[in-house]
């Protein structure tokens, strides 16, 4: 008799310069030390939105579409210039980018409008 279980993986993110930040997914609440370090355990193979928080609200909540697809990864978070926040995959040196937050609540994306701009407009219902 042979017994089956689904495999379990995890995800390692390390902040590029040393600070705390917490991840959330779904109700569980992950932190990373003072120096930036994470490992998510116990994974599924499926995919995860990841909402990333920094200590103060020194940025904007961040929130990322990974997905696990049967293997473990490792990230690094960083901020890149003019593009936003982003988690650089270690192993594939691809990079997943932040949801961007006005396309997920129905807002028009506009440059010369900040995010924050367009969901207080949406939330006073004064365009």
């Known amino acids: 008799m042979a017994g ?34 994470l490992i998510l355990p116990k994974l599924k193979d499926t995919s995860y939105i990841f909402k990333i928080t920094f200590a103060q609200n020194k940025w904007p909540e961040q929130q990322f579409s990974v997905s696990i697809r049967s293997r473990d990864h490792g990230f690094l978070l960083k901020q890149f210039d003019g593009k936003g926040w982003g988690l650089f995959d270690l192993q594939s040196l691809s990079v997943v980018m932040a949801d961007d937050p006005a396309k997920d609540k129905g807002l028009k994306s506009n440059p010369d409008i900040s995010v924050f701009t367009a969901i207080l407009s949406r939330a006073a219902n004064d365009p």
């Open 4 to 37: 089956f279980s689904q495999k379990q993986y995890f995800v390692y993110i390390q902040a590029e310069t040393p600070q705390p930040f917490v991840v959330k997914i779904d109700e569980k609440v992950y932190s990373a030390d003072a120096a930036g370090y």
